[in-house]
């Protein structure tokens, strides 16, 4: 155990990356000045998320609210057996948050939005390891100096709207430590790794491998590509590399093949995503975390190369928690068939 000096300096630096500024009573999370998060949790088939976020931000309704496609911020994390979509948009005020948010259709059956007990449940479940959210928001929702604070979760949450703020010592880990290879906190290891070679196409079969790993957890961080605009600038490109000097000659091959390919793909009814995917394996020992990881590069050493995010480790936890903030520069393109939600 930490000593309290030690745990002073510690929560002093671990409530820096706790990614929020704001916490609303509907789930909404503004996690940085003008940047809002909402999470819903996935009722369907997993892969038409991609699909629903690519036809709302094509919508007629988000081009009116100048939500353009290369500002689109959407994470699905697959996470204790279940899969959740977390959307941000960056917007002057709360209220201007929610008409974005109002787009995703409540009455779709693809996802359900998450209600503040619920999104910080699974954020709780994250940092500290356990299922006891409520039992800490008894203690954080009321104020230091409350004489009489409220025993009921009910009770709980009136006195957190009425107060508008929350601690982030509400998911706050007593105890985090990492290295290069991996963390240690709440009596738990992980460790984070990221496919070098993605598939081409992202399927059904693809998913169903990340899960049948046992302990493991995942996070697609997603922005959907104007296929008609990419089309336009390979074409663009290709012209003005046509009439070059020769050391300019692969560049000019690559963008003269890839306008049929695109175009092909366009016809067959696919999208383009471009992706940042994280891997997360845990285990609470140290030796059998060795002995999954090993058997994690195994399985997947025919078809994809799995490496170690070394002294990436917080990069990693930074960008699988669903706040839709990526901080690995490891992206590829990916394409998925468009399927009917």
Do not use: W
């Not at 038409?48 to 931000?57: E, G, K």
């Not at 560049?251 to 995917?277: C, D, G, V, Y």
């Amino acid at each position: 155990m930490l000593s309290k000096r030690e745990f002073k300096k510690y929560r002093k630096n671990a409530l820096k990356e706790i990614h929020y500024q704001n916490v609303y009573a509907d789930g909404v999370i503004e996690t940085k000045p003008g940047y809002f998060t909402k999470m819903y949790r996935c009722a369907g088939n997993a892969l038409a998320v991609f699909d629903l976020i690519h036809r709302f931000y094509m919508s007629e309704d988000a081009t009116l609210l100048d939500c353009k496609l290369n500002e689109v911020d959407a994470q699905m994390t697959y996470f204790e057996g279940s899969y959740y979509l977390t959307v941000g948009t960056e917007q002057n005020s709360y209220e201007s948050s929610l008409n974005v948010f109002d787009l995703i259709d409540p009455n779709e059956v693809l996802v359900i939005q998450m209600s503040f007990n619920e999104r910080m449940s699974v954020l709780h479940a994250m940092y500290q390891n356990d299922d006891k959210f409520e039992d800490r928001f008894r203690q954080f929702s009321c104020r230091k100096k409350e004489i009489n604070p409220p025993v009921e979760f009910k009770d709980c949450m009136k006195n957190f709207k009425k107060n508008k703020k929350i601690s982030k010592d509400l998911i706050l880990p007593f105890e985090m430590y990492e290295n290069s290879t991996e963390f240690e906190f709440e009596g738990n290891y992980i460790r984070y790794f990221y496919l070098k070679n993605t598939p081409r196409y992202l399927t059904r079969e693809f998913l169903e491998e990340m899960e049948s790993i046992e302990n493991v957890c995942f996070s697609i961080h997603f922005k959907p590509l104007d296929q008609t605009q990419i089309i336009e600038y390979v074409q663009t490109k290709f012209e003005v590399l046509k009439d070059l000097k020769r050391q300019e000659l692969l560049q000019k091959q690559f963008f003269e093949a890839a306008t049929p390919e695109l175009k092909k793909s366009a016809k067959r009814n696919e999208e383009m995503f471009l992706i940042t995917m994280v891997l997360g394996v845990a285990n609470d020992s140290i030796d059998e975390l060795d002995d999954k990881v090993k058997k994690l590069v195994r399985e997947f050493e025919k078809s994809y190369v799995v490496k170690e995010l070394k002294f990436q480790q917080k990069n990693s936890l930074q960008t699988f928690l669903p706040f839709c903030e990526d901080r690995l520069d490891i992206k590829t393109t990916i394409y998925k068939k468009r399927e009917t939600v």
